[in-house]
């Protein structure tokens, strides 16, 4: 179990919580541009793939933890499934939304929806599990 307390973590400090930092000043930028009605494509399609890599690192984040709990899923759906099932995650169609828009954004420019969407409601989504995993990070991995 150690080795794999060991790898739930490492994973979380060092794939998901350097790039959940960097999204909060983008978050920022894109909140004063989506405010002054701008709506810069490059920045948004940076935004957007920066948001893309956040996710994936939190699934990966969520896929060794519930390794962790042993608990071993395969794609995307079935993490955040059983993250719900397990009740580590209490919005599970929103997740299910994201990832499908996740997904959608690998291969399209973003609107100014996509955008609102990431701000308004995924990067919340993100953040509950951002203090969920703080928390757990530090009582031991439980």
Known sequence: MINETIRWKSRYNGDFHPKYIEFI????????????????VEFFM????????????FIRVMKEYLQYKGIFQVTHREVIKECFSNEIIFD????????????RL?????????????????????????????????HNGR
């Open 25 to 40: 000043e983008l978050i920022s930028k894109a909140k004063n541009l989506r405010e002054e009605k701008v709506f810069d």
């Open 46 to 57: 940076f935004f957007t793939a920066k948001f893309v890599k956040l996710f994936d690192g």
């Open 92 to 103: 599970g169609q929103d997740w299910i939304d994201m990832l499908y828009d996740v997904e």
């Open 106 to 138: 690998e291969r399209a420019i973003p609107t100014k929806d996509d955008i609102d969407l990431i701000i308004g409601k995924y990067f919340d989504l993100i953040t509950k599990m951002y203090e969920y995993f703080e928390k757990n990070r530090v």
